[in-house]
């Protein structure tokens, strides 16, 4: 076995229009390395170079240096010969050294989250060598300079000792600066490039005790072992659970020649991009700078100009520069290169036809020759991506299924929420962070209470954490941020149910009630203050930032209809108000898979009711109360029938233990005993006896239906009445009745009799009946292994993915905020299994639910309703299970849309 692993190729060569790789292999060479192999294998003018796998990265982590440098030493050797016999030039010569850069290169494009070294080769030998081939002297010394600073960084370890402190080389620059009263970089004269050089190497040696390296060789070993490390350094580490990219992927690293912008006034560097990635438009566009090095672009030191006139033209407009002026000091590449463009056009022409998707590249001119030095599938905003995908399919270049592959779903949400004016969020002021719990941009003033949200026009709900009874101030206020909680807190679940920006779990908050002030870093915030929320990067910003409502092209209703085309799967979605169904089937929902019914008890003029329910000591009492919210109730399932007209609406009956719904303050608890004619220390008392150790493995769901029966009487009636209600207005209603919290078959048949008693009875008051089902939520493992018993008795199965995770992991979803970072940071779970289904062991009790179900009662109807049912890889994962549907929040459903359509289209591949 260690024979074999010692002769598998872990080098990939690539130039001279040859490559041992190819554009298919980004999981091995990463995507940098396997774009170079193709360009090269297309002919396009690529440096050339190679490529070491992410397997080595692999073997580095697990076996260590030694023996992963061993295992390619060999092979790297081959690699650079192949380099100089193409360049014409030998790595380590004094007279024509080659001079290589060496960059990472993960599977997936992760920007400036990984290291990089440039100029590697250079030594004080060589650097004579550059100056006197190139005839600069000071580009030798300059390409010296950047190469010790960059290697000292990223290899040496040479960083700010404390965040307080500047880069040491840069320190070393700005003294020298200030010695010579100059403030530019390009003010050094060729001697201060070699004083820099000189204190750079004795920084060096003075931080780390070792002379900087001068062999090639070394230098070469220590940048290939600084970008595996790179892999797992703070920054990459972040940005894949930012993305959920998965630890074990690992990066390439690709080596290649070095080719320089900056060796006068025929080179230069840019970056370009085949179409528009901020509209999508089908204009070939990008930035160039002239004698200058990549970063050079990147950093903003300088201003770079546009590649095309046009682009060159709509520039000026903006900047408000005359034609004459934009002309003579701000010329387009297609006008001061006209043949360079040409050539460059042509290549970007080329890729974009052969990758056929919208290409993001980067390029070189050393000396009057062009040198593509990178192709990527070009990141995009939302609303590019959908034109972009339409523009490509109406072309030719795509099919309709490849068009909507291109659509990644979860970028659909910058299309749906209002969001910050992209001019004010760059100078806006960011005080904190937490979690993007629902997507869009909120600005407000500070209110703690939620019966307080409405003492402003526009205010945001500051809460430690939300609970059902801020339901109607989270929806007064214009976005929420909580202290604590995660993906699927409850401030979370409803604002995303409700299209409200939500940003979650922002520890850094310390929050007071009493002097209602917030206060963050030292800095406290009062009420009343103005403060805004990113609901899409969880973001915070101190102050006012303008927000613009987004516009919905009309390619998105396209990509809707595209999707609808190839989905086999139905979205559904989760609705508690006639306001959230329209909204829902606007976006193209069939129907509604979870209406929580206790919502509806949470407004001003029914929690009194509601409260008088629970504090009655007689089934009598609980009657008179629950005929008060009768009506209520009926009115509710109206409106909600009525936007979903002729379709299937399921609605739960009431979940939450009964304690979610009394008084915890002294007033109110004072209030409901006066009016209620009984002592508050009697309401204190059945506050008291409410109170659970386990809450959510409690007196909640069927439970509550089982002690009380007459609460499931009630909600089955007010759900008929409301039917047969709209039938005598011609509006067809299809409710479908779910029992919540099952174990056993028992507590299903005891609700299932009592509602279909209540209808029976209803159907006769009425002389008139209604077609309606009686199904359940699957979300206690018993009820998943026992559901070929259950499938006997229910119409229907309905997945509650969210405490059916709590249960099968054991984790409790309101506390897991506090131990989930850590476990996915130490590798323990790849990603949070509240936003994202785990397949391997919650999916298993979905898959075995289903199909015991379905062994039972062939055609049962199944679905999803957790906050899975919105997510892009549970949906396929939905899909795959055999399910008829999925339901997410209403401003996921196109999202979800998107993902069923996908995954109807992957399974034919």
């Known amino acids: 076995m260690e024979l074999l692993e010692n002769v598998k190729t872990r080098v990939y060569k690539f130039g001279n229009k040859e490559a041992d790789g190819n554009r298919e292999m980004k999981n091995l060479l990463g995507g940098k390395g396997a774009n170079l192999a193709e360009m090269s294998s297309i002919g396009i003018p690529v440096p050339p170079g190679f490529t070491i796998t992410t397997e080595v990265c692999t073997e580095y982590n697990q076996l260590g240096e030694e023996a992963a440098m061993g295992f390619i030493r060999d092979e790297v050797e ?13 790595f380590g010569d004094k007279e024509n050294p080659l001079l290589i850069s060496v960059r990472s290169g993960a599977r997936v494009s992760m920007p400036g989250m990984m290291d990089t070294v440039l100029n590697l080769g250079l030594n004080d030998d060589a650097v004579l060598g550059i100056a006197k081939q190139t005839n600069n002297e000071r580009f030798a010394w300059d390409s010296y300079r950047r190469f010790i600073q960059m290697y000292g960084g990223v290899v040496l370890g040479m960083k700010p000792e404390s965040k307080e402190d500047i880069d040491p080389f840069e320190e070393i620059m700005e003294a020298l600066k200030h010695k010579r009263d100059i403030e530019l970089d390009t003010e050094f004269t060729i001697q201060d490039l070699k004083d820099l050089v000189y204190d750079f190497k004795e920084a060096v040696k003075k931080r780390t005790g070792h002379d900087f390296p001068t062999d090639p060789w070394d230098q070469l070993t220590g940048a290939i072992i600084a970008v595996f490390n790179s892999w797992n350094g703070d920054r990459a580490i ?101 043949e360079i463009y040409k050539e460059l056009n042509e290549y970007q022409e080329k890729l974009e036809l052969h990758y056929r998707d919208m290409q993001d590249m980067e390029f070189t001119i050393q000396q009057g020759k062009l040198w593509i030095l990178q192709t990527r599938n070009g990141k995009r905003t939302g ?31 910058e299309l749906l929420h209002p969001v910050f004016d992209p001019k004010a969020l760059a100078s806006a002021q960011a005080i904190a962070q937490g979690l993007p719990a629902s997507p869009g941009a909120a600005t407000g003033k500070i209110v703690f209470f939620a019966d307080e949200a409405a003492r402003y026009k526009s205010s945001i709900l500051v809460r430690i954490e939300t609970s059902p009874e801020d339901l ?48 963050v870093d030292g800095h406290e915030y009062h009420e009343g203050d103005w403060i805004s929320l990113n609901g899409s990067t969880g973001h915070i910003f101190e102050g006012k930032v303008p927000t613009i409502e987004p516009e919905l092209s009309g390619e998105f209703a396209e990509i809707m209809d595209l999707s609808e ?37 949470f407004e001003v003029d029914r929690i009194k009711a509601m409260r008088e329910m629970i504090l009655a000591d007689t089934v009598k009492g609980r009657k008179e109360a629950l005929k008060e919210l009768l009506p209520m109730q009926r009115s509710d399932f109206e409106g909600i029938f009525e936007a979903m007209a002729g379709l299937p609406v399921t609605v739960r009956l009431l979940d939450p233990p009964l304690h979610e719904f009394v008084p915890h303050q002294l007033e109110t608890q004072r209030s409901l005993a006066e009016d209620m004619h009984i002592t508050l220390q009697e309401v204190k008392n059945k506050v008291a006896e409410l109170e659970e150790f386990n809450p959510m493995l409690g007196h909640r769901g069927c439970r509550l239906g089982i002690t009380y029966p ?17 039938k ?66 229910a119409d229907f199965f309905s ?84 399910m008829n549907y999925v339901s997410c929040s209403p401003y996921r459903v196109p999202i979800a849309r998107v993902a069923a359509a996908q995954a109807a289209i992957k399974a034919t591949r």
């Open 78 to 90: 081959s690699a650079i010969a192949n380099i100089e016999n193409i360049m014409g030039t030998k």
């Open 238 to 338: 972040y940005y894949r659970n930012m993305n959920g990219y998965p630890s074990e992927w690992g990066t390439a690293v690709n080596v290649q020649a070095m080719v320089y912008g900056n060796m006068g006034l025929d080179s230069g560097t840019g970056v370009c991009f085949t179409r528009d990635a901020a509209t999508g438009e089908n204009i070939f566009n990008g930035e160039y700078l002239i004698d200058a090095q990549g970063e050079d672009v990147v950093a903003g030191v300088r201003t770079p100009q546009q590649i095309t006139k046009i682009g060159s033209q709509r520039w000026a407009e903006l900047a408000q520069v005359e034609e004459e002026d934009r002309i003579a000091n701000y010329p387009s590449l297609e006008e001061l290169m006209p």
């Open 383 to 413: 609303a590019a991506m959908v034109k972009i995908a339409m523009d490509s399919c109406k072309e030719g270049l795509i099919t309709e299924e490849e068009a909507l592959l291109q659509i990644e779903p979860n970028k659909l949400d």
């Open 472 to 519: 109607e101030g989270m929806n007064i206020a214009r976005g929420i941020l909580t202290a604590r909680g995660g993906m699927t807190s409850h401030a979370a679940v409803v604002a995303r149910g409700m299209g409200k920006c939500c940003v979650s779990g922002a520890g850094a908050l310390k929050i007071d009630y009493k002097s209602r002030t917030l206060t």
């Open 565 to 601: 085309k190839f989905t086999k799967m139905q979205v559904r979605t989760n609705a508690d108000s006639p306001k959230d169904a329209q909204v829902a089937r606007n976006f193209g929902a069939q129907g509604i898979g979870l209406t929580r019914t206790e919502h509806m008890f």
């Open 710 to 726: 007459e609460i499931t009487e009630m909600q089955a009636r007010a759900i008929i009445e409301a039917a047969l209600n709209l």
């Open 728 to 793: 005598e207005r011609g509006i067809v209603a299809k409710p479908e009745i779910m029992v919540p919290l099952i174990g056993t078959i028992a507590e299903f048949e005891s609700q299932e009799a009592i509602i279909r008693a209540t209808a029976d009875k209803v159907f006769e008051e009425r002389n008139d009946t209604v077609e309606y089902l009686v199904g359940t939520m699957i979300e206690i493992p018993r009820a998943a292994l026992t559901a070929d018993l259950i499938a006997k008795k």
């Open 799 to 882: 997945f509650g993915t969210n405490d059916l995770t709590q249960m099968a992991f054991g984790y409790s979803r309101d506390d897991a905020g506090k131990f989930l970072p850590i476990y996915i940071e130490k590798g323990i779970l790849k990603v949070d299994p509240f936003e994202v289904l785990d397949q391997e062991g919650v999916g298993q009790l979905v898959e075995i639910g289903t199909t015991k179900g379905r062994s039972t009662k062939k055609d049962l109807k199944v679905g999803i309703c957790g906050e899975h049912g919105g997510e892009p890889s549970s949906v396929e994962f939905c899909y795959n299970t055999g």
